[in-house]
């Protein structure tokens, strides 16, 4: 499976955008990028998808570099609810029964929201 | 709603005494599986199962059974648990998908084997 490195942590102020890289060099042209957040005690927590294209949600928005390499997870404005940690993560487009649908969770980055 | 429902929510016990915690999803998901959350090694995966009376093993499956007698179902057994054991689990469910549905999340069930 391929691999995606965050950093561990990032800081942003309350109502103020945040963008939360993720380098994926060795995806491959058929992985999905999802975004997973868990905030404290909680399960982790969908937040968006995409392929190809830059997607919105009502919960954020998903840049995705030209060569796929790399994405960018917004929040257009932090509130103290955000802070969580942040998970991106590949995901095979293969055929239901060939895969354990297994979400592989790195480390992660910790936002922390300031008021 | 739409949920995951695991109980228990916590659990202290000791070693060697049979225990089981439940998993429950009202999504009709063909999909369910079983992750372990530690310090500094994130998630992993324990079992899953692609639908009624279809498990596997996932990455870290030694200690622990399951089965999946029904959809909504999907029941972890810690048949003789261990202190290795105790931390925090998590059910998941998602509908068939090829890589672009979500899964969907219980709240977890922290469990502690003295």
């Known amino acids: 499976d391929a691999k995606t490195t965050q950093p561990n942590s990032m800081e942003s102020n309350e109502e103020e955008p945040v963008h939360l890289p993720c380098n994926h060099s060795t995806i491959s042209g058929t992985d999905y990028i999802h975004w997973y957040r868990q905030l404290p005690s909680q399960g982790p927590e969908y937040v968006i998808h995409?392929?190809?294209s830059n997607v919105n949600n009502r919960m954020a928005s998903l840049a995705i570099a030209e060569d796929r390499k790399s994405s960018t997870l917004i929040l257009h404005r932090a509130t103290l609810r955000d802070a969580a940690v942040y998970y991106c993560?590949?995901?095979?487009?293969?055929?239901?029964?060939?895969?354990?649908?297994?979400?592989?969770f790195g480390q992660g980055t910790e936002l922390s929201v300031k008021p | 709603e739409a949920q995951v429902t695991q109980n228990p929510r916590y659990l202290i016990t000791v070693t060697g005494k049979k225990l089981t915690v439940t998993c429950s999803q009202n999504m009709n998901h063909e999909y369910m599986s079983w992750y372990r959350q530690d310090p500094g090694l994130g998630l992993r995966q324990i079992y899953y199962?692609?639908?009624?009376?279809?498990?596997d093993k996932g990455d870290v499956p030694e200690g622990y059974k399951v089965s999946r007698k029904e959809k909504r179902n999907f029941p972890l057994i810690l048949e003789s648990p261990s202190p290795n054991q105790t931390s925090l689990y998590f059910c998941?469910?998602?509908?068939?998908?090829?890589?672009?549905?979500?899964?969907?999340f219980g709240d977890g069930t922290r469990l502690s084997i003295l």
């Open positions: 995409g392929l190809t």
């Open positions: 998941a469910s998602s509908s068939r998908d090829r890589g672009y549905q979500p899964q969907h």
């Open positions: 993560i590949l995901r095979a487009a293969l055929p239901f029964y060939n895969q354990g649908g297994k979400l592989i």
């Open positions: 199962s692609m639908n009624v009376e279809v498990t």
